[in-house]
């Protein structure tokens, strides 16, 4: 399973960013979806999820409000819409896809994970 995250770069405080994750998996709408963030010097942190099927979500409370996960099964991808971005939302962003099919924001249910995107917010 490959997955491919793309649409990080830089912005300023209060832009938008949208990341994007492929999947090269065939059954990639069968399991839930997550994204992660490692600030420098900072442990790896949940950001958000989706279930298999899109109709639940999970968001780590610093991206609530802000942030919003969806899913297109057709095209195997899943986006992160980032809005009022702030200077601590600067990190490395994974996409992962899980085990389960449920939402889930523990690492250990994450069985393969993308490259990363770096996302970069000037104050």
């Known amino acids: 399973v490959q997955l491919q995250a793309s649409g990080g770069g830089l912005v300023q405080a209060g832009g938008s960013l949208r990341l994007s994750c492929a999947a090269s998996?065939?059954?990639?709408?069968?399991?839930?979806m997550g994204w992660f963030r490692r600030a420098p010097g900072k442990e790896r942190e949940f950001v958000a999820a989706i279930s298999w099927s899109g109709d639940a979500t999970a968001y780590a409370d610093s991206v609530k409000g802000r942030f919003t996960i969806s899913r297109d099964n057709a095209k195997n991808t899943v986006y992160l819409q980032m809005n009022s971005l702030k200077p601590e939302d600067a990190a490395v962003y994974y996409c992962?896809?899980?085990?389960?099919?449920?939402?889930?924001?523990?690492?250990?249910?994450?069985?393969?994970w993308g490259q990363g995107t770096l996302v970069t917010v000037s104050s």
């Open positions: 998996r065939r059954t990639f709408g069968r399991y839930a």
């Open positions: 992962a896809t899980s085990s389960r099919t449920a939402v889930t924001g523990r690492p250990y249910e994450y069985d393969y």
